[in-house]
Nanobody
Framework: VQLQASGGGLVQAGGSLRLSCAAS???????????VAWFRQAPGMDRSFVAA????????YYADSVKGRFTISRDNARKTVYLEMNSLNPEDTAVYYC???????????????????WGQGTKVTVSS
């Protein structure tokens, strides 16, 4: 699968953004069979988990730092994953990456190594 992230930009603290990740899926598989996730990498920091949603209607799972502010969703017909980000603060400034894999299990869904397919990243900057 190939992933294309978009929607990043500059926003003031307290504002909102919606990121999108469009997938192209090889024949023989459906997008619904892939777990999807968002990770982010802040300047000078390691990449970290943000949110995930498992295959076949799995419940969303969030990092504590974004719980209640961010919402991950997917549109399987459009083969697109979304990350709705509200109440943004400067600590949310990062490059955001989408990821997907058909073999993710619950215990590993927050782990980067569980995902074999990655988008190119989209930059989010939150000004104070």
């Amino acid at each position: 699968v190939q992933l294309q992230a978009s929607g990043g930009g500059l926003v003031q603290a307290g504002g909102s953004l919606r990121l999108s990740c469009a997938a192209s899926v090889a024949s023989g598989r459906t997008f619904n069979s892939y777990a999807v996730a968002w990770f982010r990498q802040a300047p000078g920091m390691d990449r970290s988990f943000v949110a995930a949603m498992k295959q076949f209607g799995g419940r969303p799972y969030y990092a504590d730092s974004v719980k209640g502010r961010f919402t991950i969703s997917r549109d399987n017909a459009r083969k697109t994953v979304y990350l709705e980000m509200n109440s943004l603060n400067p600590e949310d400034t990062a490059v955001y990456y989408c990821a997907a894999d058909p073999s993710v299990i619950s215990s590993t869904q927050a782990s980067q190594s569980a995902y074999g397919y990655w988008g190119q990243g989209t930059k989010v900057t939150v000004s104070s």
